[in-house]
């Protein structure tokens, strides 16, 4: 079945960089975008991004351009997402999610989603 | 401060019946931009619960229904069962933000 499967949690003091990875399987890797998603404690869910994993074009929330960059191997069939300058706020659980191969399909849902990846960033 | 904004919580009897509001704005719901609902279990991933509006994905009771008028969305549950106990959350797309958001998310309690 279509799956993605995350790396493990990660620890990081705050101004480091997290690169969180991201297989996919199941299905036609570049068929597809990948988007990242995190839930910061007692949070809701909150859109940070997307890569195509056909052409590779990005579209980052403008909350975080400048501190994430997307990119996939196809070679892998896999996703990879690093944030820099990490603050104590990024402490969150990211999640990637399959999602449009473009953005304008921009009626496209989420699915599926992988297991979540827990960052905490703490001193 | 999320876009589309759904109540933050929810609750009703075994059973009973609930209603989830999620409003937007011209630039998401109002602009004609599907709307798709998420069932999120904690420490698991979320799930895709109504795409499209109103499209149950396989294996999704029919106790989960979803709509969408002018700028709104709404997910009704019937006969509520202890297992929906959850957090559930719309997304849309919004083109003066040029990407997709998500509601504030809504706790649903089974009492």
């Known amino acids: 079945q279509d799956q993605l499967v995350q790396s493990g949690a990660e620890v990081k003091k705050p101004g480091a960089s997290v690169k969180v990875s991201c297989k996919a399987s199941?299905?036609?890797?570049?068929?597809?975008?990948i988007s990242w998603v995190r839930q910061a404690p007692g949070q809701g869910l909150e859109w940070m991004g997307w890569?195509?994993?056909?052409?590779?074009?990005?579209n980052y929330a403008q909350k975080f351009q400048g501190r994430v960059t997307m990119t996939t191997d196809t070679s892998t069939s896999t996703a990879y997402m690093e944030l820099r300058s990490l603050r104590s706020d990024d402490t969150a659980v990211y999640y990637c999610?399959?999602?449009?191969?473009?953005?304008?399909?921009?009626?496209?849902?989420?699915?599926?989603w992988g297991q979540g990846t827990l960052v905490t960033v703490s001193s | 401060q999320s876009v589309l904004t759904q109540p933050p919580s929810v609750s009703g009897a075994p059973g009973q019946g609930v209603t989830i509001s999620c409003t937007g704005g011209?630039?998401?719901?109002?602009?004609?931009?599907?709307v798709h609902w998420y069932q999120h279990l904690p420490g698991t991933a979320p799930k895709l619960l109504i795409s499209?509006?109103?499209n149950r994905p396989s294996g999704v009771p029919d106790r989960f229904s979803g709509s969408k008028s002018g700028t709104s969305a709404s997910l009704a549950i019937t006969g509520l069962q202890a297992e929906d106990e959850a957090d559930y959350y719309c997304?849309?797309?919004?083109?003066?933000?040029?990407?997709?958001?998500f509601g504030g998310g809504t706790k649903l309690t089974v009492l």
């Open positions: 999610t399959r999602g449009a191969v473009d953005t304008a399909m921009t009626d496209a849902f989420f699915d599926p």
């Open positions: 199941g299905y036609t890797f570049i068929s597809y975008g």
């Open positions: 890569i195509s994993a056909y052409h590779g074009h990005t």
């Open positions: 011209t630039s998401n719901i109002g602009a004609g931009y599907d």
């Open positions: 499209a509006n109103s």
């Open positions: 997304q849309s797309y919004d083109s003066s933000l040029s990407g997709w958001v």
